[in-house]
């Protein structure tokens, strides 16, 4: 083990993956640099420039161009910038992407990672947004949030082997959080959440960097005599419904956790999933923290709008009962 960068763990995910299969491509926009993150710094200088592929300013080309590289038999990873631009290119995953392998009768795939930065940025309401929830109606799409650089690794290694679409989303403010990560080779498959925080009073489901927020706040909460057990979901699609089920069986109490607006998230379908089939189990409503219905504001504004740990454990002593 060593510790490294959610950056760095990233840009060693797409090394060994273009490393180990010719066919893997990245393409997006100021990529050659090193991104405006520097997550695809020194990669130019090792494959050039037929396989890492500057942009025009134009994410209905760069999805196009990954939709086409893939049904060329490349292994695409297309990098939005900013999750906000991804709604120009909303046609080519919707409606061609995601639809491939329904259309072809399980012929063809479309095997592309679209890579974007989702979050606070502090850059307000253009360039700030998490859009997991706009997908999680798409069929045929896989969705993944890291929260952790050993994750963030695996996770992306083997999003870019799967033979179906994935939108793989970086939450802004993990980049420079460092974690441990193996030296030899590992993936983890998709579609399985992580129990990062064992616990037996509340279950606190999260995601992205919320995740950190939920452990640190489940830490202040123990001092009170509550033991929360924290449970990061990492894949919104596919969703890993026995760890979830589990838990709440066990604890009887949740809270849900994301970044984006509560209206519309994706804590209200896993709260429909417990509520469908857990419901006898729950001893308390399950309470989501979400930030507002509303757009995403600049600084100062913008840590009033983030769910904090405040929030969280507040909502936590609710569903307790204090």
Same mark, same amino acid.
């Given at each position: 083990?060593?510790?490294?960068?959610?950056?760095?763990?990233?840009?060693?995910?797409?090394?060994?993956?273009?490393?180990?299969?010719?066919?893997?491509?990245?393409?997006?926009?100021?990529?050659?640099?090193?991104?405006?993150?520097?997550?695809?710094?020194?990669?130019?200088?090792?494959?050039?420039?037929?396989?890492?592929?500057? &942009?025009? %300013? /134009?994410?209905?080309?760069?999805?196009?161009? $990954?939709?086409? !590289? =893939?049904?060329?038999? @490349?292994?695409?990873?297309?990098?939005?910038?900013?999750?906000?631009?991804?709604?120009?290119?909303?046609?080519?995953?919707?409606?061609?992407?995601?639809?491939?392998?329904?259309?072809?009768?399980?012929?063809?795939?479309?095997?592309?990672?679209?890579?974007?930065?989702?979050?606070?940025?502090?850059?307000?309401?253009?360039?700030?947004?998490?859009?997991?929830?706009?997908?999680?109606?798409?069929?045929?799409?896989?969705?993944?949030?890291?929260?952790?650089?050993?994750?963030?690794?695996?996770?992306?290694?083997?999003?870019?082997?799967?033979?179906?679409?994935?939108?793989?989303?970086?939450?802004?403010?993990?980049?420079?959080?460092?974690?441990?990560?193996?030296?030899?080779?590992?993936?983890?498959?998709?579609?399985?959440?992580?129990?990062?925080?064992?616990?037996?009073?509340? &279950?606190? %489901? /999260?995601?992205?960097?919320?995740?950190?927020? $939920?452990?640190? !706040? =489940?830490?202040?909460? @123990?001092?009170?005599?509550?033991?929360?057990?924290?449970?990061?979901?990492?894949?919104?699609?596919?969703?890993?419904?026995?760890?979830?089920?589990?838990?709440?069986?066990?604890?009887?109490?949740?809270?849900?956790?994301?970044?984006?607006?509560?209206?519309?998230?994706?804590?209200?379908?896993?709260?429909?999933?417990?509520?469908?089939?857990?419901?006898?189990?729950?001893?308390?409503?399950?309470?989501?923290?979400?930030?507002?219905?509303?757009?995403?504001?600049?600084?100062?504004?913008?840590?009033?709008?983030?769910?904090?740990?405040?929030?969280?454990?507040?909502?936590?002593?609710?569903?307790?009962?204090?």
């Amino acid at each position: 083990m060593r510790r490294i960068t959610f950056r760095e763990a990233i840009r060693e995910a797409i090394l060994e993956e273009m490393y180990r299969d010719p066919n893997v491509i990245i393409l997006g926009e100021d990529i050659s640099p090193g991104g405006l993150f520097g997550v695809t710094e020194g990669l130019a200088h090792r494959f050039g420039e037929e396989r890492v592929i500057d &942009t025009p %300013i /134009a994410e209905t080309l760069i999805i196009g161009g $990954a939709v086409g !590289a =893939a049904l060329n038999g @490349l292994r695409p990873i297309a990098e939005i910038m900013f999750s906000d631009f991804i709604f120009v290119g909303m046609d080519g995953i919707c409606n061609v992407a995601a639809k491939m392998r329904f259309a072809s009768g399980g012929k063809v795939g479309a095997p592309i990672t679209i890579r974007t930065a989702s979050g606070r940025s502090g850059a307000g309401l253009h360039h700030s947004q998490n859009l997991e929830g706009c997908f999680q109606n798409v069929p045929g799409l896989k969705l993944v949030m890291p929260s952790t650089p050993r994750d963030a690794k695996g996770l992306l290694k083997s999003s870019i082997r799967d033979d179906d679409p994935v939108i793989f989303f970086e939450d802004k403010s993990s980049y420079p959080i460092e974690g441990e990560v193996p030296e030899e080779e590992y993936t983890i498959p998709l579609g399985k959440a992580d129990i990062k925080r064992s616990g037996k009073d509340v &279950t606190l %489901i /999260a995601l992205g960097g919320m995740v950190r927020r $939920a452990i640190a !706040a =489940a830490d202040s909460l @123990l001092k009170d005599g509550i033991d929360c057990e924290v449970i990061d979901l990492r894949t919104i699609l596919p969703l890993d419904q026995t760890t979830i089920l589990d838990s709440v069986r066990k604890t009887n109490r949740v809270v849900i956790v994301h970044e984006a607006p509560k209206t519309g998230g994706v804590g209200g379908e896993i709260a429909a999933l417990i509520a469908e089939q857990a419901f006898s189990e729950l001893r308390a409503p399950i309470i989501r923290v979400g930030a507002p219905f509303m757009p995403v504001p600049r600084p100062p504004y913008e840590q009033m709008y983030v769910p904090d740990e405040a929030k969280i454990i507040s909502a936590v002593k609710k569903v307790i009962g204090r």
